[in-house]
């Protein structure tokens, strides 16, 4: 399964929410169920939370970290595929041009993208 493609509705980050999500509902069923103290289950549920929580903003880190890193790749590899493109005839520079505004839109649709991841 293709989870990068947006034409399915589900990215890497709604997976790994969902992921977390589910592992949270079973925690918090587990603890609910567990024969101990109300206060005992609360302060579980609480410090199960915030792990949950700082895997997603850890997770999050990393995603943002990655694509930064794509972004900065793909600006390198335009810069040199500019450079190169001077030598090369019309037509081919033409092909080069449409590669580079395909590449550049890529790189506006991945930004918009991290955007919404914060």
Excluded: C
């Amino acid at each position: 399964m293709d989870y990068d493609n947006d034409s399915n509705g589900l990215g890497y980050g709604a997976l790994g929410i969902a992921l977390l999500a589910g592992a949270a509902a079973g925690a918090v069923t587990a603890l609910l169920f567990a024969p101990q103290t109300g206060d005992r289950t609360r302060e579980q549920i609480r410090h199960q939370a915030n792990r949950a929580w700082d895997k997603v903003v850890a997770s999050r880190e990393r995603m943002n970290e990655r694509v930064e890193e794509l972004l900065d790749t793909i600006a390198i590899y335009s810069e040199e595929l500019v450079q190169k493109g001077k030598d090369l005839n019309d037509r081919e520079r033409q092909r080069l041009n449409d590669g580079i505004a395909l590449a550049r839109s890529e790189l506006d649709r991945l930004r918009r993208k991290l955007s919404r991841l914060d």
